[in-house]
Structure formats: structure tokens, C-alpha cells
């Protein structure tokens, strides 16, 4: 044998020995994040910055970060916290929960969802279908909590409360708590906040990625403000507060004698202070519709900031995307953020009269049960209610996506009210900042005001720390608020799924219609079904962008019944369509099927749909068929037997 050819047969099977020893020996190591690593003090990031990718490690009492035996809502829970009880619930009701990893993150963490229903009803495919998301906007954990709260309130209310097993008997819920898990986690684990997800950008345009972000300087856990004397300053202490920690803003021309900025330095020297910090992109400016970049060349374009490279460029944005897309049952959407508060919805380009009007009467109905529930002031469109009329735009965002490409029924809604005051605590006829400050310090103990307290500043001399507590205030409610709000968003999340249509069987009438010399009669099969939910079961958007298909009804006969060369019967074609060439009754010449499916258009609310297929048959023949009901978003029918005879 050729000794060139053996040399080469010997290191084939060298690499497949050594290849498969390597397979069997060599363990496959789960990575360790920063958030669950106890070897290190550091919370590192991913990705190449100019600036620090790396941040002492915080645990803050307002968080759970090690699961407790129960699960309550006065406190935060970390995403390692969140997907413990999601594995819990999975392995403890399988037949309710199905738990998979729906996409990665940027930095690679997985992402995970459940699906609730109850699969000895039916596949989650074949029914009508909700999706219920939060935690896109890093610091917005307020949505995360809500989504958790409904997760666990369905799942233990299953089998003991009757309207909950109805609502997981007849539809499918996708759950995901934590859309962006690499913002969750710096947020709850470090004094860092983002917008959304952590890949490094150039927020400031001076060519340097994440370089000038802000930093705990007083190393007590959270990014304040820095308040510093400045002859230039637009701010003065509040004269009606005699403690000195309200900060009030000059009308333009008038003097001021502060400046205020978040704390940090300028790392940059560029004079500005924390304008470029972890990431930038805003995950909900980067969906597919009405999409627009963050620069353009012609300088008269519009422009988003936020919007991302292209849309879908974000991993966590294109896994929703591509699980939507997959499942067109889903009807009904709220992806939800922190903080207004507000019922927001579509559209998010253009005003609401631009929606169909039958689809419009939807939303305007969620909104009014919305605010009935939730005691929210505001519901309405991005484009003018949430601008205040403005007609301002919001490209590449998730309502004009839900509506005009996805046509659903889709709501972001801002949860909590960034800690404003609730009255008039000094009674001076107006409700402002000062009447926030006393209810601080009435009904919170003062607990969410950091006191200032002087630092010496590297670049600024001496300045002063201090500020409203930005995590648990600001932007999310303190803990001992947080269930009142997440379960009144969680409420009207339900009410929405049980607006879902649902479809029943009303009726198959078999009618003698015309009969021939020629010893053969035509049936007139009349199928009739009931949508006895609310919703119709598609939006007229969701028709017109082929998001769904036209409710169908489909009949079937014995093949026995239409075989051979003289079958017993035919279904005939639908009025207006040509009949296949062929003879009239041969099986295998005239291509005849034993089924068909026709188009019903949509079954509205509440009320009954029909369609009518004509059979002919041949002799006198008693026959038995079945009807089968199917739609995109209200689900499938089961078969029901009828009789020709």
C-alpha cells in the first residue's frame, strides 16, 4: 500500500480516536456570571469599551437575591431569583408549563419564557394566545415584578379559582419576565443603570465607545446627584424648605447659584459630565416597523435616537420578534415598562384616527378598563396622549410594531408614578416638588432622600452628594408599594385575556336543495359556529398585512364515498371557482378530493358565523362527514360528525 496513503489513514483515525477521548473526558463548564460568581467583588461586563467594564458589587435590601420558600412582593427579585421559580413551577405542574429559552442575550446569558395552558385541552398552538413581558428597559423592574406577580397568581390559582382554570383551560399565556437580562442584572447588582441593553456604543459621537460614564463616588451604592456652587448655575436651594435639600430651577433670567449633574467625573474632558455611560441603544426603538436610524446624511431626514445598527440588530429585540412570528395566535400583548403611569398603545407615528375604526373601538375600551382598574389618570396613543399632543413620534417602537405590523392588540404600559406627591401636603393649592418632599418624609420616613453630604470632587472642588434615591423612587415604587401597583397591571393583563374570543360549535344543517333526473341530489351543508368571546377573532389590520388567515371551515368525507368509478358522492366546487378538468363523477379522472376548506371571513364577538359547501350525491346513500373549524388567533374547533342521508 502506498506509504503516503497509510500516513494519511493513520492520522484519520489518530483524530477520531483522540476527537472522541476529548468528547468523553473534557466536561462542558457552565459559564459564571458576575451576578452568581462569589469569587470576585467585581461585576464585569462584556464587550470592548473605552471606558470601565467593571463595577464594585451592591446587594441592596430592597432585592432578594437568594430564593426564600415563598415567594412574596416586598421586595425585588434578581433573574437568577426569577428563573428558580420558573423551574420550580415547570417541574412541579407539567401539564400547565412548558419553560424553554426563547433567545440569548448580547453578553449570552439565556433568556427564558414559559408557556401556560393546559395541555389536555389542547396544543397552546391551537388556542387563542397572550404574551405578557417586562424588564426591557434595564432599570424599569417594576414590569419584571408585574410579569412574575401574574405568572405565580395564574399558576397557584389554577384548580381553585374558577375564572383562572377557565382562562388556562381555553387559552395559552407566554410569560417573560426579563426580556433584557444583562440590563437586570447590572441594575440589581451594581450602582450602574442603563437604558437598555449593554452593548458598548458611541452615545456622545466623539468616537469613543462607553467612555464617560457616571461613577459611585461616595461608594454608597447609588449614583445621586451632585449639587456644586456655580456662578453660571440654573438652580437654588428651595426657600420654603428650611432643611436645604430642595433644589429649585431658576425662571430664565434670573440668577442662579448651584449646578446640578449625576455623580462622577469627567472621564472624557470634554466638559460634560456622564453623557456617554454602558450602552445606549433603547431595545424599544428597534423593531422592525417604522424603524429609523440614529443618523441620516441629508440632515433633513427624521432620526430615533437608540434605534440600534439596523432593526432587529438586538438579540433580545429579534428574540420577540421571531416567537411572535412563530405564533400568530397571539392576540393580545402588553410589554411592559416603568414609569408614567400610563395605558400606551398604539399608534406610536402617526395619530389614532390613522387605525381602522372597528380596531380603534378596542383599545379605546381597554383604555376605560384599564384606568378603572388601575386608577391610572392617562391611557391613549404614544403619538398624541403620551406627548401630551404633541404629535411627537417614536420610531422603530413596540406599539406601532403590535398594531400596524402584527395587527394585535398590543399595550406598553408605564407602571408607577415616579414617587410624585399624592396631594397637597402644605396646602398651597399646588402639588409640586416641595409636597413630595414632605410626603418623604411623613409616609416614608425620610428613607427616600439621601441627605447631601459634602465630597471633595477631583475636578470640582467641594461639592455636595445627595438626591432622591434613584432606584427604588424614582424609577421603581419602595418595596412596600410595589405589589399594590404590579397587581393592578397584572389584573387588567387578565381582563384582556378574557376578552380573547372563544370559539363553540352552534350547528350543522344538512338541506336537501335540488334533485336531478339523472338519480343524484345536492346537500346544502351549512356550518354554523359561535365566537362567544368578545374580540372578533382577527383585527381588520391583522387581515389587511396577512398576519392571519380567514377563519375556515373545513369538510371531510369517507374517501370511500368519493373513490372509483362510481363514487357515492362530490363536493362541489365553490360558486365562482372552476371545477378541475376531468369527469363528472370518476374519483382518480376528475382529481376529486374528499375535503375542502372555505373561507368564513371573521366571526365577530359574541355572535354566530356560517359557510355553506354543496355535496352531491349519487343514488341513495347515507353518508357521514365531519366539519373542522380553524383559525389563526381564536383558536381550532374540533371535528363534528353530520349525516347526508
Known amino acids: 500500500m502506498n506509504m503516503n496513503l497509510l500516513f494519511r489513514l493513520f492520522f484519520i483515525l489518530f483524530f477520531l480516536i483522540t476527537g472522541i477521548q476529548a468528547q468523553i473526558v473534557k466536561p462542558l463548564t457552565e459559564e459564571k456570571w458576575p451576578e452568581s460568581n462569589t469569587d470576585t467583588k467585581f461585576y464585569t461586563l462584556k464587550g470592548f469599551r473605552h471606558g470601565v467594564s467593571f463595577f464594585p458589587k451592591v446587594q441592596y435590601p430592597e432585592v432578594e437575591y437568594t430564593p426564600s420558600p415563598e415567594l412574596t412582593f416586598d421586595k425585588y427579585h434578581t433573574a437568577d431569583v426569577i428563573y428558580h421559580w420558573m423551574r420550580k413551577w415547570a417541574e412541579q405542574y407539567p ?15 439565556p433568556i427564558l419564557q414559559i408557556t401556560l395552558t393546559n395541555k389536555e385541552t389542547g396544543k397552546a398552538t391551537d388556542k387563542p394566545a397572550a404574551y405578557f413581558e417586562g424588564g426591557r428597559h434595564s432599570g424599569e423592574i417594576t414590569a419584571v415584578e408585574s410579569t412574575l406577580w401574574l405568572m405565580k397568581y395564574l399558576i397557584e390559582g389554577y384548580g381553585k379559582d374558577a ?20 440590563g437586570h442584572n447590572l441594575y440589581l447588582h451594581t450602582a450602574q443603570s442603563n437604558r437598555s441593553s449593554v452593548r458598548p456604543v ?32 440654573t438652580y437654588i436651594i428651595d426657600p420654603r424648605d428650611p432643611t436645604g435639600r430642595l433644589m429649585k430651577r431658576v425662571n430664565a433670567g434670573e440668577k442662579g447659584e448651584y449646578s446640578i449633574i449625576s455623580e462622577g467625573i469627567d472621564n472624557d474632558g470634554d466638559g460634560k459630565y456622564n453623557e456617554d455611560g454602558i450602552g445606549g441603544l433603547d431595545l424599544h426603538r428597534n423593531y422592525a416597523e417604522n424603524w429609523r436610524p440614529e443618523r441620516e446624511a441629508t440632515g433633513r431626514g427624521w432620526t430615533q435616537g437608540g434605534a440600534g445598527e439596523f432593526p432587529l440588530s438586538e438579540p433580545e429585540t429579534r428574540a420577540v420578534f421571531n416567537f411572535l412570528m412563530a405564533n400568530p395566535n397571539i392576540y393580545v400583548v402588553n410589554s411592559m415598562d416603568t414609569s408614567v403611569p400610563m395605558h400606551l398603545r398604539p399608534p406610536s407615528t402617526a395619530p389614532s384616527s390613522a387605525m381602522f375604526p372597528e380596531d380603534l373601538k378596542w383599545y379605546i375600551l381597554f383604555d376605560g378598563i384599564g384606568k378603572s382598574i388601575t386608577g391610572y389618570e392617562r391611557a391613549g396613543d404614544v403619538y398624541n396622549d403620551y406627548s401630551g399632543g404633541a404629535g411627537a413620534p417614536l420610531f422603530g417602537h413596540g406599539p406601532d ?16 408614578n415616579t414617587g410624585r406627591a399624592t396631594k397637597d401636603y402644605n396646602e398651597d393649592g399646588v402639588i409640586d416638588e416641595f409636597d413630595r418632599l414632605i410626603m418623604a418624609d411623613e409616609e416614608y420616613d425620610g428613607k427616600v432622600f439621601f441627605d447631601w453630604k459634602p465630597y471633595n470632587h477631583p475636578q470640582l472642588g467641594d461639592v455636595e452628594i445627595g438626591g432622591w434615591n434613584p ?38 344543517e344538512v338541506k336537501k336543495i335540488k334533485t336531478y333526473k339523472q338519480d343524484s341530489t345536492d346537500f346544502q351543508i351549512k356550518v354554523s359556529y359561535r365566537n362567544a368571546g368578545k374580540l372578533p377573532t382577527a383585527l381588520r389590520q391583522a387581515d389587511l398585512v396577512k398576519i392571519v388567515r380567514q377563519d375556515q371551515v373545513k369538510i371531510s368525507l369517507p374517501k370511500s364515498a368519493v ?11 365553490e360558486p365562482g371557482v372552476r371545477p378541475q378538468q376531468g369527469g363528472q363523477r370518476g374519483g382518480a379522472a376528475g382529481g376529486v378530493t374528499n375535503e375542502t376548506s372555505r373561507n368564513a371571513g371573521y366571526a365577530q364577538g359574541e355572535s354566530v358565523n356560517s359557510q355553506t359547501i354543496t355535496i352531491r350525491v349519487y343514488g341513495n346513500h347515507e353518508i357521514e362527514g365531519t366539519a373542522v373549524i380553524s383559525t389563526t388567533r381564536a383558536g381550532i374547533l374540533s371535528a363534528k360528525s353530520f349525516t347526508i342521508k
Open 95 to 109: 401539564n400547565l408549563i412548558d419553560m424553554y429559552e426563547v433567545g440569548v442575550s448580547y453578553e449570552g446569558r
Open 163 to 182: 375564572e383562572i382554570t377557565q382562562i388556562i383551560d381555553k387559552n395559552a399565556i407566554y410569560l417573560k419576565p426579563v426580556n433584557n437580562p444583562d
Open 202 to 233: 458611541d452615545s456622545d459621537g466623539d468616537g469613543l465607545l462607553d467612555e464617560d460614564g457616571p461613577e459611585d463616588l461616595d461608594g454608597d451604592g447609588y449614583i445621586l446627584q451632585i449639587r456644586y456652587k456655580d456662578p453660571e448655575g
Open 401 to 416: 410594531f403590535g398594531y400596524w405590523y402584527y395587527g394585535a392588540i398590543w399595550y406598553g404600559d408605564e407602571i408607577w
Open 471 to 508: 432606584k427604588f423612587f424614582n424609577q421603581n415604587p419602595p418595596p412596600d408599594q410595589l405589589e399594590r401597583w404590579i397587581k393592578n397591571e397584572a389584573l387588567f393583563n387578565i381582563e384582556m385575556i378574557k376578552h380573547l374570543p372563544q370559539l363553540q360549535w352552534d350547528n350543522i
Open 563 to 573: 373513490e372509483g368509478e362510481k363514487p357515492m358522492a362530490r363536493i362541489l366546487p
